[in-house]
């Protein structure tokens, strides 16, 4: 049996409208805005706990070489590969000089017996808020 009548078969696919594509932009829009704001503040968070986790270092490092030759080293640049009295390496160290998050070196200083470690912040100098706030370590310091 021959059909009466000839079918035609469509090649044009169909794709998506103006509307539709304009619609999927918008919420695609409106979803990346909600995320940025969320993770604003995530990059000074990581820079200031690198600056903690820095200094924290320095200051275990300080207190090994303490146990080792019997005194804390006067300065940041004496815990670079150290080494006691004889010439012998000492098993606490650090491999370079470290720099905090915002490339400003840390302040080291022996207080009443003690190493203080301080960083001032990303402005590089002293006092400041938000990212300009200055580091401590103890946190208990006020200043230096």
Not at 20 to 40: D, K, M, N, P, Q
């Amino acid at each position: 049996m021959i059909p009466s009548k000839i079918q035609q078969v469509s090649t044009q696919t169909r794709g998506f409208t103006l509307l539709e594509l304009i619609v999927v932009i918008t919420i695609i829009g409106i979803l990346a805005s909600f995320v940025v704001v969320r993770t604003a503040g995530f990059g000074y968070n990581a820079r200031r706990t690198k600056a903690v986790a820095d200094m924290q270092a320095i200051a275990r490092v300080a207190d090994g070489m303490k146990i080792e030759i019997g005194r804390y080293p006067d300065t940041v640049e004496d815990m670079i590969d150290p080494t006691d009295d004889n010439g012998t390496p000492l098993s606490s160290g650090l491999d370079q000089f470290p720099k905090d998050p915002w490339g400003n070196e840390y302040l080291y200083e022996i207080i009443d017996g003690r190493p203080l470690l301080q960083c001032y912040g990303a402005d590089g100098q002293e006092g400041g808020e938000g990212e300009d706030v200055d580091l401590f370590h103890p946190e208990n310091q006020e200043e230096i």
